[in-house]
């Protein structure tokens, strides 16, 4: 058995058109050796979702500049749920202001990195949560 | 591993689950074991569906194409898997994955399933992976499956083993018409689409490929790959298009070329997993270190490759 590739869904949920962002961070997840999924933008959480289940993938991503991540994530992850589909990592960035993160997180994102953050970081953080999740050990 | 349990996976792609079917692609690219098992389980499900092969050069409309197609076949009442390649990059094994992107409009169909897959380092326009999938997704059902290939250059033709039909597309002002003739890609052609049919230079692009075809002279009986203009952006000239798929897959059943294309293909399959099995046999078969005894003598020019290969076969065979 070759090695389990990491597969990535980076998308861009809502109305904004900026998506520089989202493609650094794909060409960065690349030269990490992940697959990364990439699917343009206005994306509704459905497609996100849908996307996210066909392609098998072990995170998701999501780039939110329009202020509107306190309702894009919540939906996303009440679908992920749905589908049965929460052992999905799912992390995000943008413009997203410090006092929303708490309670992001307390829904389930897992991580957020803002403008300025490091690639490293954010491949050594989605490494981590998927060794962690392949080897059965308990999200922290 | 606590990821989506792998047990009846077969039985629950057989029952439609799309996230059994899904994970099981997956495993299959990963070369898991329990791919195989589960694989040998769909084989007798398979050969239903009908296989289209999409290939061209990058920037041709492949996408656009395939989605265009997807939306015709649903419109005719036909589920759709499509699976979707694009180039692992050589030097990190990464890839970006960005097909879906010409795809948003297949959303939300229960109908339509897509999957993007890396090659992986297979170099012949698809990945190894690719021939099983399309497996996974007859044996679940799907009446019509599409196979993108990376965007191709001229040697890129695994994808005619793999599919029933291949459509080329070409576009204008690509080449002249001794590109045309060059072995390869176009040989390859079932259908050839002329997309970007707004754009200057059409008609020389579509005649070029008609001398081409022209030049293999008549023969009553065989298949005349169709020249079809499209304009994938609007939809145009897609329900022509998909019409010719029909016709070539009638032609290839009425002829009884069908079941010995399909000869073929297993033909080809048995051969490389022949290869890949003996060669993995070959390699636990040698000690620790003695491939790379060999290869440091080889490149020290101590022995030659074919001694060595004949020395390292031998060994293995007496063990």
């Known amino acids: 058995m070759t090695e389990e590739k990491i597969r ?18 794909a060409r960065a997840l690349r030269d990490a050796g992940m697959e990364v999924i990439y ?44 589908r049965g589909l929460d052992d999905i990592l799912v992390f995000g960035g943008g413009i997203i202001p410090d006092q929303d993160v708490p309670e992001l997180k307390r829904l389930g994102v897992r991580g957020i990195f803002g403008p300025g953050t490091s690639t490293d970081i954010i491949v050594d953080f989605i490494r981590e949560e998927v060794r962690r999740y392949r080897a059965g050990e308990p999200r922290q | ?51 289209v092969g999409v290939t061209g050069a990058p920037g041709t409309g492949k996408s656009t194409l395939v989605n265009e197609i997807a939306k015709e076949y649903r419109r005719r009442g036909l589920t759709v898997g499509i699976i979707a390649v694009d180039p692992t990059s050589p030097f990190s094994g990464g890839a970006i994955l960005g097909d879906r992107i010409r795809m948003r409009e297949l959303a939300g169909d229960p109908g339509i399933f897509i999957r993007s897959m890396a090659t992986r380092g297979s170099l012949g326009g698809l990945a190894r992976a690719t ?44 080449g002249d018409d001794i590109q045309a003739i060059k072995a390869g890609i176009l040989e390859i052609a079932d259908v050839f689409a002329v997309n970007k049919a707004d754009r200057e230079g059409v008609d020389s692009t579509a005649t070029a490929l008609e001398m081409m075809l022209d030049l293999n002279g008549p023969e009553s009986g065989k298949w005349r790959p169709p020249i079809v203009k499209t304009i ?20 290839l059943q009425g002829s009884g070329l069908l079941v010995r294309k399909e000869e073929g293909r297993v033909h080809d399959e048995l051969m490389t997993l022949i290869e890949h099995e003996l060669t993995a046999s070959l390699l636990d078969a040698l000690a620790p270190g003695e491939l790379d005894e060999w290869v440091r003598r080889v490149a020290l020019r101590e022995a030659d490759p074919y001694t060595a290969v004949r020395e390292l076969v031998s060994k293995a065979n007496r063990e």
């Open chain 1, 8 to 25: 990535i869904l980076i998308a861009k949920p809502g109305l904004d058109g900026h998506d520089r962002g989202a493609k650094v961070i």
């Open chain 1, 39 to 82: 699917t343009g933008l206005r994306q509704t959480p459905e497609m996100v979702v849908e996307a996210a289940l066909q392609e098998d993938v072990d995170a998701i991503g999501l780039s939110i500049l329009s202020g509107a991540h306190m309702t894009l994530f919540p939906r996303t992850i009440e679908l992920l749920r749905e």
């Open chain 2, 1 to 51: 591993m606590s990821r989506f349990p792998t047990e009846q996976l077969a039985e629950r792609v057989l029952d439609g689950d799309p996230r059994a079917l899904a994970r099981l692609i997956s495993l299959v690219e990963d070369e898991a074991p329990s791919a195989r098992e589960a694989l040998a389980t769909l084989y007798p499900h398979t050969g239903q569906a009908h296989l």
């Open chain 2, 131 to 174: 021939s099983d999938a399309v497996k996974v997704l007859d044996a679940a059902g799907f009446h019509r499956v599409l196979i993108e290939t990376v965007g191709a250059g001229q040697a890129e033709v695994d994808i005619a083993k793999t599919a029933h039909t291949t459509i080329v597309v070409e576009a204008p002002g690509l």
């Open chain 2, 232 to 251: 994938a952006l609007r939809g145009d000239g897609v329900p022509d298009l998909v019409e010719q798929l029909e016709a070539h897959y009638d032609h």
